[in-house]
């Protein structure tokens, strides 16, 4: 069974950093494409970043320039480093992988949350 386990959240002010983890479970890691989502308080889940396999990296608009997605195949992590944080970055922030099969798996999700 696939299994994602986020950390790394927390309280930070206006332009502080964060560095959130995913660690992965029951399944070949280094197969998969890896993605961070977030949802903000009373909105709805939005993509973040995503990394291929092969180490290729996409960000959404609001965080480009901000937040950098990595992973580490030998430990089956993936990372996502939040830097010059802003308090409309506020959200639960899940870890996500689709399976060959379509199904979707998430994290618990890590709470962060940016103080103005």
């Known amino acids: 069974q696939v299994q994602l386990v986020e950390s790394g959240g927390g309280l930070v002010h206006a332009g502080g950093s964060l560095r959130l983890s995913c660690a992965a479970s029951g399944l070949i890691f280094s197969a998969y494409e890896m993605r961070w989502y977030r949802q903000p308080p009373g909105k709805q889940r939005e993509l973040v970043a995503a990394i291929s396999r092969g180490g290729t990296t996409n960000y959404a608009d609001f965080v480009k320039g901000r937040f950098t997605i990595s992973r580490d195949n030998a430990k089956n992590m993936v990372y996502l480093e939040m830097n010059s944080l802003k308090p409309e970055d506020t959200a639960v922030y899940h870890c996500?992988?689709?399976?060959?099969?379509?199904?979707?798996?998430w994290g618990q999700g890590t709470q962060v949350t940016v103080s103005s």
């Open positions: 996500n992988v689709d399976s060959a099969y379509g199904s979707r798996y």
